[in-house]
């Protein structure tokens, strides 16, 4: 193990060493040192790229730096860049890789993100299995040594401290208002009942004035759900993050898992009603419809992509702080020459983020959403050589030095209540309003 101290001297070193290199290629070098909270250290830094990322068990927490590659384009563009750049790969090294919702819609705040990317940082700091490591990605030839050497020389190796929220809000807009969003889904319960749909996932952007910069690194903190925790700041002055339960796949090897988490209660005051609505969400007609459309997409595409696969834990409850939901596992061995991008495109976008059937619901999310989705339900994850995961971007969070967008979605069925269905996406961005912690206006929005 090496003191977090001698580190600059160590990496100096060695990435003075590759400036010798001519070959094209990337090297990684990895080291484990004392243990530093890799949240609180990328806060520290004051470099404009950034990535957090923490698995929801917490066996693995990630934070990268700066660039050492970095591309913008469409997913199929993204996903080939990736490979070409693994096979020049010396050591495990991850890109990180973001794709727009599929809206043709376009808002200014979303430019910084483009229609997709990937990144392989720089300087990375990662906590697997309660060890620390930190890591140098260098692409070779090295133009700029000077640079690199600098971008180290910059790096703090002392957490940045952690403190109360202060940010206050001053108003609040949403798109669509309350009295709208009640039209809205009359009108889709009467496309259901003429048999043009069956779900439709529809979404509300609701914007949060705010005095002081919202501290997403601090809001991430205070979090213990069982949820994946992702930031990307690709400027200084815009951060989208947030904390999503749902996996779109995960795979090692040929092996792959993916599940279906749709259908939603709200968590009980009380152990007793907690366990009423446990119960009531097991029992829900609605919520069991909403679910089973998810799942029975998933088992198709499992069938398509695998030469093998089952289902476990069949519509068991995965609870959250404020949320409870229906969750089903699937789980199988790829076929051959499965790629990333083949996965995807199986598996996203599916019925719990757009509805059923997938591509009449993206039409309809299209005709009836007044905003542009941006990043917000969207495939975020990371790619390796062999492992790669992915997750769909929800109960996330756009912040700008003036402002907080929160984005929130429900699926709508035949039975769904308009009413219920906006407490539902109240209760989905609880976790944020607590924490700008505006007490008048928190009575207010949570009724």
């Not at 400036?19 to 004392?34: A, L, M, N, S």
């Not at 819609?105 to 990375?124: Q, R, T």
């Not at 969003?181 to 779900?199: A, D, P, T």
């Not at 598996?347 to 005709?367: H, M, Q, S, W």
Request: glycine share 4%; charged share 35%.
């Amino acid at each position: 193990m090496l003191e977090k101290n001698r580190l600059k001297d160590f990496f100096r070193k060695r990435i003075i060493c590759l400036g010798k290199e001519r070959q094209e290629k990337i090297i990684r070098i990895e080291v484990e040192t004392e243990e530093i909270d890799p949240l609180l250290w990328l806060k520290a830094q004051k470099f404009g790229k950034k990535i957090y990322w923490a698995e929801r068990d917490f066996h693995f927490l990630y934070a990268g730096i700066g660039e050492s590659i970095f591309n913008e384009g469409d997913s199929s563009v993204l996903f080939k860049k990736a490979e070409r750049f693994l096979k020049k790969a010396v050591g495990k090294i991850r890109f990180f890789c973001g794709i727009r919702f599929p809206c043709k819609k376009k808002e200014s705040i979303w430019n910084v993100f483009g229609n997709g990317f990937i990144i392989l940082p720089s300087f990375e700091l990662i906590k697997k299995n309660k060890k620390t490591f930190f890591a140098c990605n260098i692409m070779t030839p090295i133009f700029d040594l000077e640079k690199v050497l600098q971008d180290l020389e910059n790096i703090e190796f002392s957490e940045s401290e952690t403190k109360k929220s202060s940010v206050r809000y001053t108003e609040r807009s949403d798109i669509p208002e309350k009295s709208q969003w009640e039209e809205i889904i009359k009108e889709v319960i009467w496309l259901i009942r003429k048999k043009e749909i069956e779900k439709i996932v529809l979404a509300r952007k609701t914007e949060f004035r705010i005095k002081d910069r919202f501290d997403a690194f601090d809001f991430l903190r205070t979090i213990r759900d069982n949820s994946f925790k992702f930031l990307i700041q690709l400027d200084p002055s815009v951060c989208f993050f947030g904390i999503s339960p749902e996996r779109i796949f995960l795979k090692i090897g040929r092996y792959i898992e993916t599940e279906a988490i749709a259908g939603t209660k709200r968590r009980g005051m009380t152990e007793k009603e907690d366990r009423e609505l446990y119960d009531r969400l097991k029992e829900d007609k609605k919520e069991l419809k909403e679910h089973r459309l998810v799942s029975d997409f998933l088992e198709k595409r499992m069938k398509k992509m695998c030469s093998s696969f089952k289902i476990s834990k069949k519509e068991n409850v995965i609870k959250l702080s404020f949320m409870q939901h229906l969750y089903t596992k699937f789980s199988g061995i790829l076929s051959e020459d499965i790629s990333d991008q083949d996965i995807i495109f199986h598996l996203y976008p599916n019925p719990a983020i757009a509805g059923y059937p997938v591509e009449d619901a993206l039409r309809k999310i299209e005709k009836l959403e007044r905003f542009d989705r941006g990043f917000y339900s969207a495939p975020f994850g990371w790619i390796s050589q062999s492992c790669s995961e992915f997750i769909t971007a929800i109960r996330s969070s756009l912040a700008t030095p003036d402002s907080v967008y929160l984005f929130a979605g429900a699926g709508i069925v035949e039975n769904s209540k308009p009413e219920l269905e906006w407490d539902e996406l109240e209760y989905k961005i609880k976790s944020f309003v607590c924490f700008m912690k505006n007490e008048r206006e928190l009575k207010h929005t949570l009724g």
